[in-house]
């Protein structure tokens, strides 16, 4: 990994990957009681910068977050459940999409490795190459 990925990584991906994965636990609550929810990226205790609904935003650039239901509000055990197991379950699936996108980038890969080698490579492309049947390629 070069030193750009790795501060692209550092500066970029651990933020959104922390804000995600705090969105991941308001779901939790959001979905399992009546309560509002605040998101907080950086430091605790920021003023809110965006609402959706019932999900109260406080964001500024931070490799850490926090996601807390709205003071004095009480959970029941089940609604405490979703609230702790949906960062993880957000997590995950963030995890699942990167894989998949993983897989699609690495035949993108493949694809431009045979495209630049059926280019590059100095030839007259044969009569089953039908559209460029008889034409030369690039490299010739």
Same mark, same amino acid.
């Given at each position: 990994?070069?030193?750009?990925?790795?501060?692209?990584?550092?500066?970029?991906?651990?933020?959104?990957?922390?804000?995600?994965?705090?969105?991941?636990?308001?779901?939790?609550?959001?979905?399992? *009681?009546?309560?509002?929810?605040?998101?907080? +990226?950086? @430091?605790?205790?920021?003023?809110?910068?965006?609402?959706?609904?019932?999900?109260?935003?406080?964001?500024? #650039?931070?490799? &850490?977050?926090?996601?807390?239901?709205?003071?004095?509000?009480?959970?029941?055990?089940?609604?405490?459940?979703?609230?702790?197991?949906?960062?993880?379950?957000?997590?995950?699936?963030?995890?699942?999409?990167? *894989?998949? +996108?993983?897989?699609? &980038?690495?035949? +993108?890969?493949?694809?431009?490795?045979?495209? &630049?080698? @059926?280019? @590059?490579?100095?030839?007259?492309?044969?009569? #089953?190459?039908?559209?460029? @049947?008889?034409?030369?390629?690039?490299?010739?």
């Amino acid at each position: 990994m070069s030193i750009l990925s790795f501060m692209l990584l550092y500066v970029v991906g651990i933020p959104i990957s922390t804000l995600l994965h705090e969105i991941g636990h308001t779901l939790g609550v959001i979905v399992c *009681s009546k309560e509002r929810v605040h998101v907080y +990226l950086g @430091a605790k205790h920021l003023p809110e910068n965006l609402r959706i609904g019932r999900i109260h935003f406080h964001i500024r #650039w931070g490799l &850490f977050g926090f996601c807390t239901p709205q003071q004095g509000s009480s959970l029941t055990r089940k609604q405490s459940l979703g609230f702790i197991a949906g960062g993880p379950i957000m997590t995950l699936a963030v995890l699942l999409f990167a *894989s998949y +996108l993983a897989r699609y &980038f690495a035949a +993108l890969f493949y694809l431009n490795t045979f495209q &630049f080698l @059926a280019t @590059a490579v100095p030839l007259i492309y044969p009569k #089953w190459y039908k559209p460029y @049947a008889g034409l030369p390629s690039d490299g010739y």
